[in-house]
Nanobody, 124 residues
Framework: VQLQAFGGGLVQTGGSLRLSCTVS????????IGWFRRTPEKAREGILC????????FYMDSVEGRFTVSSDNAKNTVYLQMNSLKPEDTAVYYC??????????????????WGRGTLVTVSS
């Protein structure tokens, strides 16, 4: 299984950015994609996830209402739309995957496959 996240960059406070994550290697839709972020000051933080099978999502409080995750299974791509960005959203963002056949999104479970991160910088 391989993942690649891209789309990071520099944006001003209040601005928007869309990250993409391409996924390959799963033989079915029984998997989930999680988005995580990490800064030098904080431990890695899981922020949201989506299941490939039925699009169930879960958002952490820190991003709910500002970030939206969606998927295009035909393109094997998951999108992270980030709006109303704040300086504290500055981080390296990672997408990760795990096999999953459940009905709800496994935000707190361990993810086995990880892509390289993409840096998002929000200027004040």
């Amino acid at each position: 299984v391989q993942l690649q996240a891209f789309g990071g960059g520099l944006v001003q406070t209040g601005g928007s950015l869309r990250l993409s994550c391409t996924v390959s290697g799963f033989n079915s839709d029984d998997y989930a994609i999680g988005w995580f972020r990490r800064t030098p000051e904080k431990a890695r933080e899981g922020i949201l996830c989506i299941t490939a099978s039925d699009g169930s999502t879960f958002y952490m409080d820190s991003v709910e209402g500002r970030f939206t995750v969606s998927s295009d299974n035909a393109k094997n791509t998951v999108y992270l739309q980030m709006n109303s960005l704040k300086p504290e959203d500055t981080a390296v963002y990672y997408c990760a995957a795990r096999s999953w056949g459940g009905s709800s999104c496994p935000m707190t479970y361990m993810y086995r496959y990880w892509g390289r991160g993409t840096l998002v910088t929000v200027s004040s």
